[in-house]
């Protein structure tokens, strides 16, 4: 071929592929039917933002868990490629979509049985996972989808039971003439509200690899009819309600990988099959109702189980030596297995590539427990709270790789050794609970590792033990510490003087607790007073420390702390007046028991904003790798309650116990998230606010101990969650509301006013109170207008962050809005008359959304909206 034959074909073949390129790049590939279908399929749910998705964690609580969600459906539109929108997969070749994956949409509303998404009859992949179908029953035509491989319906407010149609989605013969249908390979259906059995035609599911059906409410037998899903490489039951014994034919899985039923209600014994099927690599059985003796069965060749997890069972008689042949073995969780038999730390040493050893709440002895001792090399992670332990473990001196170390809940005596801090990768150690006093000097400086300045020690937990004398200065080389608790010891003298001390690192200054969230120091005898270089704590999230001697005014300049949401300064030597602040993300603020004084201005919650304003997700306050929960003791209706667990939304305010004078301030009706509000034991005079009556939230109020006048303020009935109150010891006078909550209280929460009276009060506590409604005259309403009129201004700032320039002065004289209003102006002289001319006016000056309410004096709302 000549060399100029050469050169024009070259050149065919590069035009070629150049308009094939430039072809497949203009063709719209989406067909219109399925385009339709789609936008149907939109019009179909609201976009909400669904909040956090949650799961359980170790500890059993529900938590947050990360997953990125946004509105996918926001980029379907009539005039582009439906094949380019999010989350549609389509065919190269014959454009059908073969995807649909609307996982984190924020899709909200009820699923239609026939929704418009069963058109797409090309399916292969339908991912409808994280979205909110406000508990819809699972749609019966997903079986028309014949072609579907995979089907992912997590966390999505499903319920009720599990269609039977669905499993028409396999091969062979199947109803409705649909014919041979391709086979589902993955089904997941985790956190939803299922209810019944597993049905037992999943037996034809014969092509099933992964199936996932936790944190539901599965109840029955192991369905049995798995047994047959040969391919089965991933089984997840777990967190529902199965009952029952566990087959001891799991070998007919020979692909099972992992498999995990924890959390369920399984008794009897664990079949050693389960330790002799060749394939498994991870067993979790933790959390049921297992009994019997554990055996792992003769296992001629070495097992490949890597994670084998059966805590919190009903286990009985010592721990098998066979154990040793798990070699493989990477994690171990055998803790709190209620059996009354030493566990052998010894058997453990075979474990070479054991990692994680869980053995909290067993006894555990302490014979093979030394620095002599054969233990596993790789040992990262030991879990040992509870075990009965009297000496500091000598074996984890030697290892190199620790991370987490919990010994709490011991019995181990003397000092904390010094070697401890010398381990290079520790991050979590729990030392509470024990009978520890002191800490062990090293050779090195403070016993400490030269290099220990760059320690990653993240949560040191030292609380309820004996350790005395100063804190030790040397946890201020700990600087990546994350949580501090020392609580409930005899520490004294004054807080280590390195706290908030500034270091330099590139010729730039830098806190030495950089990463600090929770401080907490409570139950000790610390003196002095507070240093202001706490202000450099940026990230604090929990400031404690109540019950020691702590002597000095409000530390107002911690509202600089902008993610501090818990204070704590109970029972203390605290004295002075309160300074007014802005607490923004504060939730739980308790300075009871101090010398406080002065008065609180009417304005004093306006910036409290964490207390106004609902937070919709339950969460726990810790660490958010959820390796640390805080925990305090707060009054609440009437008695101390230990929260083991703190709640992102539980709020708390405790002043009682001090010298507070003047008025409750007003403003403390903006906080209608307050769950607990005590104000006894002070000198608080003047009307109780009405505008408690918008605290809805509201279940413990305590105002006992006051010098408290005039009446309870009827609007108080409209709480209906208020389940406690105390009034008593003031000078309250007037009927007592007739609500039911009233009615359920004890008398002695009205004793002590002479003036008040009502039918239950006169008929239920004729013993330490005697009627007097005849000596009685309504007062004149001046004061509830004037608390009105602050109430709407306060509102309106809390609600629209009024502009300074701004500023207004509006007489509420009765009605709802537009009806007998003040006329004032603005500062620049703009003449303003009525509600609509003001809101007008907040719009104009930098805002643009805005809403007012107006409270009347029958509790009544109106709401006057202002947006763009």
Known sequence: MSFFLRIILLFFFSFSSVLNTFSSLTRNLCRPVQKDALLEFKKEFEIRNTGEFQDWDVYGLLVSINFISYPKTESWTNNSDCCNWDGITCDDESGEAIGLDLSGSNLHGNFKPNSSHFRLQHLRDLNLAHNNFTASPIPARLHTLKRLETLNLSRSSFSGPIPKEILHLTSGSIPFSLGNCSCLTSLCFTGNNLVGEIPSSFSNLNNLIYLKAGSNRLTGNFPVALLNLTKLSYLNLYSNDFTGTLPPN????????????????????????????????????????????????????????????????????????????????????????????????????????????????????????????????????????????????????????????????????????????????????????????????????????????????????????????????????????????????????????????????NHLPETIFDNLRSFDVGHNQLVGKLTRSFMSFSILEVFNIESNKIRDTFPFWLSSLHKLQVLNLRSNAFYGPIHQTRFPTLRIIDISHNHFNGTLPSDFFLNWRAMSSADEVQNYMGDEQGEYYDSMVLMNKGVEMEMQFISTIYTAIDFSGNKIQGEIPRSIGLLKELVVLNLSHNAFTGHIPSSMANMIELESLDLSQNNLSGEIPQELGVLSFLAYMNFSHNQLVGPVPGATQFRRQNCSSFEGNLGLFGSSLDEDCKDIHSPTSQQYETPEPQEEEKEDEEMFIWIAAMIGFVPVKLTMALRVVGGPFGTNMGVDHFDDGTHVGGVQSIVTGFIQNELTFLRLVYINEQNETTEVTHGE
Request: aromatic residues 10%; contains cysteine; charged residues 15%.
């Open 250 to 505: 799991i070998t007919l899985l020979f692909n099972l990988e992992d498999f995990d039923a924890s959390k369920n209600s399984f008794v009897g014994s664990l079949p050693f099959t389960f330790f002799t099927n060749p394939s498994l690599s991870s067993i979790f059985l933790d959390d049921n109702q297992l009994n019997g003796r554990l055996d792992f069965g003769n296992m001629s060749t070495p097992s490949y189980l890597k994670e084998f997890s059966i805590a919190g069972n009903n286990l009985r008689g010592p721990i098998p030596r066979s154990i040793s042949k798990l070699v493989n073995l990477e994690l171990l969780d055998i803790s709190h297995l209620n059996s009354q038999v030493q566990v052998d730390f010894g058997i453990f040493s075979h474990l070479k590539s054991l990692h994680t050893l869980y053995l909290s709440g067993n006894h555990v002895s302490g014979t093979n427990m030394s620095s002599n001792s054969h233990h596993p090399s790789q040992l990262s992670h030991v879990y040992l709270s509870g075990c009965g332990i009297v000496e500091f473990p000598e074996f984890t001196r030697t290892k190199q790789d620790m991370k987490v170390l919990d010994l709490s809940d011991n019995k181990i005596k003397s000092h904390v050794p010094a070697w401890l801090w010398t381990l290079p990768k520790l991050e979590y150690v729990d030392l509470s609970n024990n009978d520890l006093t002191g800490f062990e000097e090293g050779s090195t400086k403070h016993g400490l590792n030269p290099n220990t300045e760059s320690s990653s020690l993240k949560h040191f937990i030292g609380s309820n033990n004996n350790f005395s004398g100063e804190i030790p200065s040397f946890i201020c080389s700990f600087h990546s510490l994350r949580n501090l608790n020392l609580s409930n010891n005899n520490f004294s003298g004054s807080l280590p003087c390195c706290l908030g001390i500034h270091k330099r690192r």
